[in-house]
């Protein structure tokens, strides 16, 4: 008997990311099929985007949609875009909340408003019982604190490009957060993240690009995009000494749990 082949999931794409895809989107998604990726979730970083992401969403099948206000555009929230955030989250085919968080790295919002917008949005995403997608960069005591005081664990979701240790790993296990591997454990001075895929259980893990961000090896310097998802999991079955199609049904698996999207 045939096996089907293993069907991976790119849990974080900006397919709506201004002039980044919209020459060749059907051909980025066609690429995506080929190379085993079925499914995808488009992340919104301000009002603009989510909307795009949910248009996306709702004319492609297998394309599921997350909305949110990232850091960077914290210091342009207003009550009103928090109201307009809550009408598209409701929006068919939204699966998630995000990505918010903290960026103490590039800090394109002081640093204050990051924490209360941040706060803003766990609220809401609460009252809409949707699971959390986190940004967190430089900032994982300060993210933490917040997941925690806002009782995050309520929704649990998804630490979006995870760039703290295995200590912290655990810690956002145990908040009910998965923890999601972008395409930077292909690169090779990327100790610290092989180190959390080594460690963490596979029933933790999570695969995405991030793109057009982060584009893994063998294309680094190039435009990333979902079919590249596969070199991500390739990786994480290297490092954990597993075949490739364990890796890829148990982080599609646990993407449809977090998102609760029907097998």
């Known amino acids: 008997m045939a096996h089907a082949s293993p069907i991976l999931f790119d849990t974080h794409a900006h397919l709506g990311l201004e002039h980044t895809y919209d020459v060749d989107l059907e051909e980025v998604i066609r690429r995506a099929h080929a190379a085993g990726v079925r499914y995808i979730a488009t992340v919104g970083i301000d009002v603009a985007e989510s909307r795009k992401a949910i248009e996306i969403a709702q004319s492609h099948e297998d394309v599921f949609a997350v909305v949110g206000v990232h850091p960077h555009e914290a210091k342009s929230v207003t009550g009103k875009t928090l109201e307009t955030m809550e009408r598209l989250a409701r929006r068919e085919k939204v699966v998630a909340y995000g990505e918010i968080g903290l960026d103490f790295y590039r800090n394109r919002s002081p640093k204050a ?104 090896v063998p294309h680094r310097g190039e435009r990333n995009e979902p079919a590249y998802v596969r070199y991500t999991a390739e990786t994480i079955a290297r490092l954990k000494a597993i075949s490739f199609e364990t890796v890829a049904e148990a982080t599609t698996r646990n993407a449809q749990t977090v998102f609760r999207i029907a097998p």
Not at 122 to 144: F, G, M
Not at 156 to 167: A, N
Request: charged fraction near 25%; aromatic fraction near 8%.
């Open 113 to 216: 408003t990051q924490m209360t917008v941040f706060r803003e949005q766990i609220q809401l995403a609460k009252s809409l019982r949707l699971p959390i997608v986190i940004h967190d960069r430089e900032a994982h005591a300060e993210t933490l604190k917040i997941l925690k005081e806002e009782k995050a664990q309520d929704v649990g979701g998804i630490l979006h490009c995870f760039s703290g240790d295995v200590r912290m790993a655990w810690e956002c296990i145990t908040l009910g957060f998965f923890i999601s591997i972008p395409g930077t454990v292909t690169f090779k001075n990327a100790r610290i993240i092989q180190e959390v895929v080594c460690e963490i259980p596979l029933d933790y893990l999570l695969t995405e690009t991030d793109c057009p961000f982060l584009t893994p």
